[in-house]
């Protein structure tokens, strides 16, 4: 029969992995894997808000665990995956811990990336001065909303920053009212959400897989109307704003340079090691420029079906060297690859009628995105499978 103590640990295994993002999929396998190493006979099921325990030797003893749906930090993630594949030492580990970044490092982080994210899609240099300015704004928005307000972050920061944008838009200023708006927020659109849903279609998990694209598309709607709500006041309080076609007065070489800039500031975002963050630069240059140049001839649905390929593959095969799980490194490909910015693009283009992104039809565009990514996914673990899955 388990002692109490390696119950309790296995659970605490089992909670950080699932706190940290782990995608329900993985904690059940990682959990097993630490468990049998331990010599504990459990079963366990995950879902993106529960994990049920159950352990045949204990008088069949079950522990269910209600959680809040995963936030995002890929050093604890990381770090737990390490630690749970040590050799067993007389002396129990101490608990796995995260990565703490200073607070002026998280400031920023979160100033560069609306202005990151506009070099990348490019824009004009007058929205690329405001965007320091309302990633400063986001930031304190999430440092204000805390605890149970943290439920809100995300719309009460569209509201916000739609609000300011209008202001310095009624001040004639010529800036891309809606392209600003959405850089601002880029950083609450659910990359890890996303992604972990995406895997877990990928591997017939069709419970968490459509259960996480739920919490996506209710992150999106909060955006998505905050930025709504926001014009609308920001009218009535100084009048309609001037909604200018998309521009891009940028160089090449400062596109290039938001890339690896928007790199690090979501893996300080997220807590990753600044070693990951290292080995993530290789996706996110694929997700950036692969579906543009991996098509061969075939549209950038090839190339973004290629890309994610590309992507997966890469992410499992560091993955393995570093007895690592990929999504670590595949995130921060595949959050630039995503549609989920593309979605609120397409809504703000069909309801204000103002072009942000030369792409058209985009909203199309972001459900074949997501096919390709789907099935780039599918293709990727059929042919090089994830270390979790061979042990």
Known sequence: MPTQYRINRIVDIGDTLHRCGCAPYKVERYTTFYANKHGVNCMIQ????????????????????????????????????????????????????????????????????????LML?????????????LGFIVWACQAICT???????????????????????????????????????VLFVPGLSIANALECLAFND???????????????????????????????????????????????WLQIVGLPL????????????????VYSLPVAVLGMWGPFYLGFDGGWVVGTWVTTVL????????????????????????????PGSRVLVSASQNVFEASILPIPSIGLSALFMFSAIVAGQITAYSIYSPKIDQD
């Open 46 to 117: 995950a879902t993106p808000t529960a994990i049920n325990y159950q352990f045949p030797d204990d008088n069949n003893a079950v522990i269910l665990k209600r959680h809040k749906p995963a936030s995002i930090d890929l050093g604890l993630l990381a770090n737990t995956i390490i630690q749970l594949q040590q050799p067993l030492t007389p002396v129990p580990l101490a608990p796995a811990e995260g990565v703490s970044y200073p607070t002026w490092i998280v400031l920023l982080a979160n100033t560069c990336i609306p202005p990151a994210f």
């Open 206 to 252: 069709l419970v968490s897989g459509t259960s996480l694209l739920g919490q996506c598309f209710l992150t999106l709607i909060k955006l998505f109307i905050g930025i709504i709500i926001g014009l609308h006041i920001g009218e009535a309080l100084w009048g309609v704003p001037e909604f200018i076609d998309y521009q891009n007065e940028f160089p090449l």
């Open 262 to 277: 928007i790199s690090f500031s979501i893996g300080v975002m997220f807590k990753a090691r600044p070693i990951d963050m």
């Open 311 to 338: 992507i997966t593959l890469y992410g499992t095969w560091i993955a393995k060297k570093l007895n690592l799980t990929g999504i670590i490194f595949i995130m921060q490909g595949i959050i630039i690859l995503v």
């Open 147 to 185: 605890k149970r307000r943290s439920l809100a972050v995300e719309f009460f920061s569209a509201v916000i920053v739609t609000l300011i944008v209008t202001f310095i838009a009624s001040l004639g200023i010529p800036i891309p009212v809606l392209a600003l708006c959405i850089a601002a927020i």
């Open 121 to 133: 899609v490019g824009s004009t240099y007058e929205a690329l001065f405001v965007s320091f300015l």
